[in-house]
């Protein structure tokens, strides 16, 4: 099994990159297009967005594969090019990276419901196993499960990839304040409640993303904390909450305004700062800039 990210963790604070697709909309992505589609159509497209965070300062890129799941893919008529688009993706990636950076392979959820009974719970670890030994094979340094919010799906996708691949497997969940100013997921699963099945999954890092603005995710980080002093924590926040602006999503928070709650983020226990929704690489160097002090 490769070490090289615990190994890393374990010396200092690292910074991970931004959003994909917002970047990929800028660069023409039309709404009802499949993202993933790109690795194979607009590759150098894919490619400059992943290098623009390499050259602002990333210590670790994700892949153009959140929505890369056969569930996901069939929606468009691309359920039989799941290893294709996958390996594609980990291997832009990978070439964005060089030696000095790693690719985190991206893995979202299905969007079926296993409380509904839309899909079994094999059916639903067959989808990330496959897509999970894709990006390995494709260059992928470890997998990213992101933007859970049914532990259950979680666990399954950890499961996965843990016992297909020989990567390193990070899991994050999105979380809403609720008006008790506790946080939940839209399941009703809390920070301290997601820990330790993921762990016991076979996750080595957990966390959060999207959801919240860099202060959002300062309570999120202190509860996961409390509940596993030894955890590395992960962390991808929105550039702000989105505002809906003369018929456009807005995400508010300017690149000097997320990096003002870098450093109260660190003292909760993050080990890892990167973006989600709405950052850029002028997030993420302004991140890595005043992370400076725990590089």
């Given at each position: 099994m490769k070490r090289a990210l615990l190994d890393l963790i374990r010396n200092r604070v690292l910074v991970s990159d931004g959003a994909w697709g917002t970047f990929l909309q800028q660069k023409g992505l039309r709404?009802?297009?499949?993202?993933?589609?790109?690795?194979?159509?607009?590759?150098?497209?894919?490619?400059?967005?992943?290098?623009?965070?390499?050259?602002?300062g990333?210590?670790?890129?994700?892949?153009?594969?959140?929505?890369?799941?056969?569930?996901?893919?069939?929606?468009?008529?691309?359920?039989?090019?799941?290893?294709?688009?996958?390996?594609?993706?980990?291997?832009?990636?990978?070439?964005?990276?060089?030696?000095?950076?790693?690719?985190?392979?991206s893995v979202g959820p299905t969007g079926k419901m296993l409380i509904m009974e839309e899909v079994t719970a094999d059916e639903m670890y067959e989808a990330f196993r496959e897509q999970s030994l894709a990006l390995e094979a494709g260059g992928a340094d470890a997998i990213i499960v992101e933007t859970m919010t049914d532990l259950e799906e979680a666990v399954l996708a950890v499961r996965a990839a843990r016992e297909n691949t020989r990567l390193e497997v990070i899991c994050t969940m999105t979380f809403d304040r609720l008006v008790t100013a506790d946080y939940r997921t839209m399941m009703g699963i809390s920070p301290a409640e997601m820990v330790q099945p993921l762990l016991e999954a076979g996750?080595?890092?957990?966390?959060?993303?999207?959801?919240?603005?860099?202060?959002?995710?300062?309570p999120v980080v202190e509860e996961i904390r409390r509940t596993h002093p030894g955890v590395p924590i992960l962390v991808h926040a929105n550039a702000g909450i989105p505002l809906y602006r003369e018929g456009q999503t807005v995400f508010?928070?300017?690149?000097?305004?997320?990096?003002?709650?870098?450093?109260?983020?660190?003292?909760?226990?993050?080990?890892?700062?990167?973006?989600?929704?709405?950052?850029?690489?002028?997030?993420?160097?302004?991140?890595?800039?005043?992370?400076?002090?725990?590089?």
């Open positions: 709404p009802g297009e499949c993202p993933e589609l790109w690795n194979v159509t607009h590759r150098d497209d894919v490619l400059a967005i992943a290098r623009s965070y390499v050259e602002a990333a210590d670790l890129i994700e892949t153009n594969s959140f929505g890369g799941s056969r569930f996901k893919l069939e929606k468009y008529g691309l359920a039989g090019q799941v290893t294709e688009l996958n390996r594609a993706a980990a291997a832009i990636s990978r070439e964005a990276a060089g030696d000095r950076v790693l690719v985190l392979g996750a080595s890092i957990v966390g959060t993303n999207c959801g919240n603005g860099m202060a959002g995710m300062i508010p928070e300017s690149p000097e305004e997320m990096a003002s709650h870098v450093k109260a983020l660190l003292q909760a226990g993050a080990s890892i700062i990167g973006g989600c929704c709405g950052t850029t690489p002028a997030h993420i160097m302004a991140i890595r800039k005043a992370a400076g002090y725990f590089l």
